[in-house]
C-alpha cells in the first residue's frame, strides 16, 4: 500500500519540480536569478511531505536542485526522501538543450538511482539501480530515446513555445531514464484564487491538465493499482511576483487514498540585491 503512496508523491514532485521552471523567461532575456519554492503536499486533509526546489537561472542555462521527504505520521512510519536534478541550456533560437538529469530515492535504507545525459540529441544512461530489467521493465530503445528530454526540459521547452496569452498546449517526448512516454499538456481555463492557510498566494492564475502517453518502459505487472496512462493531474499557474512569469501555487490529482494536492507555501526570488518573499503572515 505504502508503494502506492510514495509513487504518488513522487510523481507529484517530479511535474512541480518541472513547473517551476515555469519562473524562467526563456532565451537571452533571462535574468540572472535564485528562485526557492517551497511546497507543502497534503491527502486527505494530512500534511503528508515537503518539496523544496532551488533554481538558479542565467541567460543561458538554468540548474535545478529539488527535495521531497515524507512528513508527520507516515515520515514516521515510512521514511522516505528523493533528492533530484536538472541543468541544461537556453537555445538561442528558443528551446531548450537538456545537459543532465537524475534523482535518488531512499527508502528504508535502499537506494534507487537514475543519472542520465544528453549527448547529439540521444538521451543516455550514465547509471542506474535497478536495472530496468531487474525492475520488470523492457528497456527503451535508444531509436525512442533520440529527441527526448528529461521531464523539467521538456517542461521548459512548453513554456518556451508560449507568449503571455498564449494556452498551455503541447505534446514533448520525455525519457525518465525507465519510462519514455509523451507529455501531454491541454487546457483547463482560468481561476482566481485566495490567500488561505495552506498557501499565501492571492491572484488570477492560468490552469493546465497534465497526463503522459505511455510509449515504452513501463512495468509490465503492475499491481499497485496505479494506471499511468489515466494518471491526470491538474496545475494553477500564478505570479508569485508582480514582475516575474508564472509558478505553480496548486497542484492536484487523484491517486488510491484520494485527491493529493501540494499548495504553494512560501517563495523567495533573488536576483543582484533585490530581494522578493511571498510566505504566510505570522
Partial sequence: MYRRFRTALSASAALA????????????????????????????????????????????KFDVE??????????????????????????SGGGVNPVAAGQTNNWRGKERFIDLSFENGVAQLKRIQPTPDADDRDRVSEDLR?????????????ITRMDSKAECTAQV??????????????????????????????????????WMDKKAGFKKRDSSGWNDSERKARV?????????????????????FGALIAHLNKATMVSGENRQELSQAD
Fill in 17 to 60: 519540480a518541472a513547473f517551476a521552471l515555469w519562473t524562467a523567461p526563456a532565451g537571452a532575456s533571462a535574468r540572472d536569478a535564485d528562485v526557492g519554492l517551497y511546497y507543502k503536499v497534503y491527502v486527505g486533509g494530512f500534511h503528508v511531505g515537503d518539496l523544496n526546489f532551488d533554481i538558479g537561472l542565467r541567460p543561458r
Fill in 146 to 158: 533520440t529527441g527526448a528530454l528529461d521531464l523539467t526540459s521538456a517542461i521548459m521547452t512548453i
Fill in 173 to 210: 517526448p520525455v525519457f525518465d531514464g525507465r519510462r519514455r512516454f509523451d507529455l501531454v499538456v491541454e487546457p483547463d481555463g482560468v481561476d482566481r484564487l485566495k490567500p488561505n492557510r495552506y498557501s499565501p498566494f492571492g491572484g488570477e492564475t492560468t490552469n493546465c491538465i497534465v
Fill in 236 to 256: 494553477w499557474m500564478g505570479r508569485a511576483f508582480g514582475d516575474a512569469p508564472p509558478v505553480p501555487v496548486r497542484l492536484t490529482f487523484d491517486t488510491p
Fill in 66 to 91: 529539488a527535495n521531497i521527504k515524507s512528513t508527520g505520521m507516515i515520515g514516521r512510519m515510512f521514511p522516505w526522501s528523493m533528492k533530484a536534478y536538472s541543468n541544461g541550456a537556453f537555445a
